[in-house]
């Protein structure tokens, strides 16, 4: 992977607002989509967002949203694509010349790739960066979790009690590295038959509310399988995906995003107004 020369030189344009990271306990409960329908929906109302797809060995980011460009090195780091919205991407698929090619790669070489997802990427200006995470409390969370500032955490799970219990791993390493979880988003809660319109709690009933009293954190959404938002999603359509119930979730973000106090501020050293620190120029 090309990389800029260090991180001075991405420390010069890059003004990243907040860094939201998007964690699991288990694979495959939807995190990425997750963090790209977040993305969408904040792009719409007008916030400049990026995508850090931190999961490197199972990257599915790009292909959410059918973006294949090849990103390019500059004088100032390496330029993270757009997607068709605006929504700056870097992924490590973008990198390889066949997107089917394997990342056969140890825990160092993964770390090293995240913490230049950081260091090297131009992400210019920015009010949120998503960081889409692998499952689980391995080396990738953990390096995202201590070399990112990230300010918050949306948990993913789905109803299955096993993936309840999983994910409150995934929260207790969140609030050891002193990371607030904002909220917990119970995916594929419930299916609605398309014949009779009866809503099926398909994995069974939510444990959704007991995990937020376990974790303390808010339930923001429930949200139901729709096969309409998973065949968008297959053909890289997620920005066409429209889901009601992933409202309160924009909602929650976009009044964080609008209300924290700026926790990842990378300002340039030499801003001459405000000296390089106060985030306010
Ligand atoms: N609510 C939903 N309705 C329909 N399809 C969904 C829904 N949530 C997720 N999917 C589909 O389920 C599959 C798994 O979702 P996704 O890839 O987002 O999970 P993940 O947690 O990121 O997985 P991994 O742990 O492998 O990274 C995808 O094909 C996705 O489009
Ligand atoms: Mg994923």
Known sequence: MAT????????????????????????????????????VELARRGLKVGIMDADITGPSIPRLFGLTVRPESSMVGILPPETATGIKIISMNLFLDNSGQPVIWRGPLLTSAIKQFWTDVAWGDLDVLIVDLPPGTADVPLT????????????????????GMIVEKAAGLAKQMHKPVLGIVENMAMVTCPHCGEVFELFGPSHAEELADRI?????????????????????????????????????????????????????PSCPSCSGNSGDC
């Open 216 to 268: 303390g954190a808010p339930v923001l959404a429930r949200l139901p399988i729709d096969p309409t938002v998973a065949a968008l999603a297959d053909i890289g359509h997620v920005e066409d995906v429209k889901m009601a119930a992933f409202a309160p979730v924009t909602e929650a973000l976009a009044e964080y995003v609008a209300t924290a106090s700026l926790a990842a501020v990378i300002l340039a």
């Open 4 to 39: 800029a020369d260090n991180e001075s030189m991405t420390s010069q344009v890059n003004r990243v607002r907040h860094v939201l990271a998007v964690a699991s306990g288990k694979g495959g409960v939807g995190k990425s989509l997750v963090s790209a329908m977040a993305a």
């Open 144 to 163: 995202a979790f201590q070399s990112l500032p990230v300010d918050g955490i949306l948990m993913v799970t789905t109803p299955q009690e096993l993936a």
